[in-house]
């Protein structure tokens, strides 16, 4: 069974950091583009980060850039999404997701969720004063 499942989101004041992680079971994490979305009510889910199977390529949406970084550990099937110099903008629902690919795109990774087979039930990040 195809398991995603956050943790680490939390109420952190503006200019702080928040660490996120993905545990991934029930796949084989070799075969798979992991991406990082977020989500406040009233607007679509957006791409936030994505790292390929190779581990060789990584996307970051503009409006994190240079502030987030997402890594992948082979050894614990875990995907991290390390946050920092948060602002208020960052405050929504983070979810890791999970996209097969084919060999031939291994080293590529899609920020498009209509890409994603798998999705966790998501955490909470508040940045507030």
């Known amino acids: 069974q195809v398991q995603l499942v956050e943790s680490g989101g939390d109420l952190v004041q503006p200019g702080g950091s928040l660490r996120l992680s993905c545990a991934a079971s029930?796949?084989?994490?070799?075969?798979?583009?992991i991406g990082w979305f977020r989500q406040v009510p009233g607007k679509e889910r957006e791409g936030v980060a994505c790292?390929?199977?190779?581990?060789?390529?990584?996307s970051y949406a503009d409006s994190v850039k240079g502030r987030f970084t997402i890594s992948k550990n082979m050894a614990n099937y875990t995907i991290a999404l390390q946050m920092n110099s948060l602002n208020p903008e960052d405050t929504a629902v983070y979810y890791c997701?999970?996209?097969?690919?084919?060999?031939?795109?291994?080293?590529?990774?899609?920020?498009?969720?209509?890409?994603?087979?798998?999705w966790g039930q998501g955490t909470q990040v508040t940045v507030s004063s």
């Open positions: 029930g796949f084989t994490l070799d075969y798979y583009g």
């Open positions: 790292i390929s199977s190779t581990e060789s390529s990584t």
């Open positions: 997701a999970a996209d097969r690919l084919t060999p031939d795109n291994w080293s590529l990774c899609s920020r498009d969720l209509n890409d994603y087979d798998f």
